[in-house]
């Protein structure tokens, strides 16, 4: 007889112990043994228990562990199991994590800690396990055509549905929807939720912000209308995507020396297009949508052309705006020297445009859609032993229920962004669509990205100082660890479960356009480090540039109008304030939106950051070491941005590892 000695990790989260009763069983390459109970005793919330387990001969070397969960007494309740070590009698530790619910009558078979690729897994056990894993998850995790040209879904109309371990905790759970409803409250704000009425004043707005702390929030309900600010935030705001440097002229946007010159010290718009210090920010993108109806009232959309001067100051400033793509004499182009309500209603079409551009292209379709089918795609093609699979998963966290959530909740025909925005119903469908048909593999590599849009030496551009250094990081600790598995590109072509992760993005995600520059294939190690250092950065660093700051610079409403009631200025000269109030969005979709983005830039109590992995996935010695390496780059980073910002007026801490969650959580 040999003796095993079995360690049971029973989960720390709410309701995670269990009266049920607990078999095991064990199969090694010699063996399998009989089902043993764990004795009859409950599984209590955050204990570890040893049980002795008698064989009557070794097992061999361990290859699953069978766990099968029965009712006692009629008692039935869940288990989360977080992870089981045993001891074998040759002395060996074997880790089996789990990490997941186990329900009455249930039976789940998990497979060691050791990671190991497909043609490495050459057990027939561990074969048939491996291929039974993927076939029982692949039924679990199906593909939805949401709506033809943009990327499929998760097959689920509730989170409801979804397995267990990929919902929200309880606590996240009883949280989010606590915050969600008190948001109006706490921002002392319920009483104009369902108020049509325009605002009266700019004052009359600003006493609904008597409640807000945030210095982001009243530097730039100071400095909102300033030039400097504007153009700040096309690199600095939460979304840093759009602009680009203008070395030539769009055809449809005449802008002339003698339009510009006294904006440009004496210098011509030529000569500086040479020099490297014109910009350009197109939202064509948005050309020919028609606006929302909000509150019954029609909204409009423009699509502006921004041309901006990066001054010898290292000051990025606004130039020229025309706000629609057609120059003509009812689309003019408007100048900082215009009148000042005109210049400053035309920036507000502006910001405006901005939101339609980043919430739905920026921030949903590039982190949240994308994160959703890199999810999706993992779950379904790599097993639990797959070393990309281990690396990926706490970059997948809570992905699909947040994702449901927003289209049960925001998008949808009565949700918060089609009833208080003007870029709702088929607009935000067709303005989907397009950004899906214009999405590039180029644009989501930050490295090409900025070299691509001429943005390597502008100068105060933190996203681009923190997003570079963390997405080398990242780089850095991918290709070390894929590095480890992979000995050689011939691993990576041989890797069939790879092989078919990667042909499933290409086909669901990316709707098979080749001009996206997606691959379909990986052919070499390089390959597949670049493309896995996309997705954790697209998952982690890219949204939280992209959301962090929504609540900062859009709760002030004037900065970020989610709708805008009257149709863009054909003419200069005829602007008043009280025409920019009337334009602006009514009490009740000023007061929503804000609610809406509170919430959605609101950590949970259960926040992981960047580097943060509390389930034990790797337990050989390189992976461990890596992981370790990876957590002290991310803190020397968090310590330069922290350090960095002690020096400047208006901090940019949403690329702060700190700041950064390990996925689309929220």
Not at 365 to 389: G, I, N
Request: charged letters at 25%; one cysteine or more.
């Amino acid at each position: 007889m040999v003796i095993y000695t079995v360690t049971v990790y029973t989960g720390n989260r709410l309701s995670a112990g269990t009266t049920n009763l607990i078999f095991i069983q064990m199969c090694g390459t010699e063996d399998e043994s009989e089902e043993r109970i764990l004795k009859n005793k409950a599984f209590c919330q955050g204990t570890v228990q040893v049980f002795k387990i008698q064989i009557r001969k070794s097992l061999g070397e361990l290859i699953t562990l069978k766990l099968i969960c029965k009712p006692f007494l009629g008692l039935c309740n869940q288990w989360f199991c977080d992870k089981i070590s045993v001891n074998t009698p040759e002395g060996d530790e074997v880790l089996f994590p789990c990490y997941r619910w186990l329900a009455c009558d249930e039976e789940l078979v998990l497979r060691t800690a050791k990671a190991s690729l497909v043609f490495q897994d050459t057990n027939p056990i561990a074969q048939r396990q491996r291929k039974r894993q993927l076939e029982e998850r692949q039924k679990l995790f199906r593909w939805r055509v949401y709506a033809q040209g943009m990327p499929q879904t998760i097959d689920s109309d509730s989170s409801l549905t979804l397995p267990a371990e990929v919902r929200f905790s309880f606590t996240k759970s009883k949280e989010f929807f606590s915050t969600s409803a008190k948001q109006l409250a706490v921002l002392k704000l319920t009483g104009l939720a369902d108020n049509k009425s325009s605002w009266e004043s700019f004052s009359q707005l600003e006493k609904i912000y008597s409640v807000i702390t945030n210095e982001t929030i009243e530097y730039i309900q100071e400095h909102w209308n300033e030039d400097e600010f504007f153009g700040y935030q096309f690199l600095n705001g939460f979304n840093p995507m759009m602009i680009q440097r203008c070395s030539k002229l769009p055809e449809n946007f005449p802008v002339k020396d003698e339009m510009v010159k006294d904006f440009l010290g004496g210098s011509s718009l030529e000569q500086e297009m040479k020099n490297g210090n014109i910009f350009l920010s197109d939202y064509k993108i948005l050309d020919g949508l028609v606006g929302n109806v909000v509150n019954d009232r029609q909204q409009y959309l423009t699509a502006p052309l921004v041309l901006l001067y990066c001054n010898p100051q290292a000051k990025m400033m606004p130039i020229a705006i025309q706000l629609g793509q057609k120059p003509s004499e009812e689309n003019p182009i408007f100048l900082p020297s215009d009148l000042n309500d005109d210049w400053k209603l035309v920036k507000i079409f502006v910001r405006s445009a901005e939101f339609a551009v980043h919430e739905v292209d920026i921030h949903l379709l590039r982190t949240h859609l994308l994160s959703e089918v890199f999810t999706v795609a993992t779950l379904r093609h790599l097993p639990s032993p797959h070393p990309l699979f281990k690396l990926l998963i706490p970059h997948t966290r809570y992905t699909l229920q947040i994702n449901i959530m927003a289209r049960n909740l925001l998008i949808n025909d009565d949700g918060a962004i089609t009833l208080y925005s003007g870029i709702g119903g088929e607009s935000l469908d067709n303005l989907l669509k397009r950004a899906t048909a214009s999405l590039t593999y180029s644009s989501l590599c930050l490295p090409d990205n900025i070299s691509e849009r001429g943005l390597e030496k502008v100068p105060n551009y933190s996203y681009r100082e923190d997003g570079m250094k963390m997405w080398n990081i990242i780089n850095k600790f991918v290709a070390a660890l894929l590095s480890h598995y992979y000995q050689h590109d011939a691993h990576v072509q041989k890797d069939t479960e790879l092989q078919r992760w990667i042909s499933e993005i290409f086909t669901n995600g990316f709707l098979e356009r080749d001009r996206s520059g997606i691959p379909s294939s990986f052919q070499t190690l390089e390959e597949l480090i670049k493309f896995v250092t996309m997705v954790i950065f697209t998952a982690s660093a890219q949204h939280a540039a992209v959301n962090n700051g929504q609540y900062d610079f859009g709760g002030w409403m004037p900065n970020y109008p989610t709708a805008l009631k009257k149709p863009p200025p054909k003419q200069k000269g005829q602007t008043t304030e009280d025409m920019i109030l009337e334009t602006l969005p009514d009490m009740s979709t000023t007061v929503n939106g804000m609610a809406v983005l509170r919430l959605l830039t609101k950590d949970s109590a259960d926040y992981y950051p960047l580097g943060y992995f509390p389930e034990t996935l790797f337990d050989e010695e390189v992976p461990c070491k890596l992981i370790q390496d990876f957590q002290k780059d991310l803190k020397e980073l968090s310590d330069l941005i922290e350090q960095r910002n002690k020096e400047i007026k208006l901090t940019y801490t949403y690329l702060s590892p700190r700041n950064v969650a390990n996925s689309v959580a929220i």
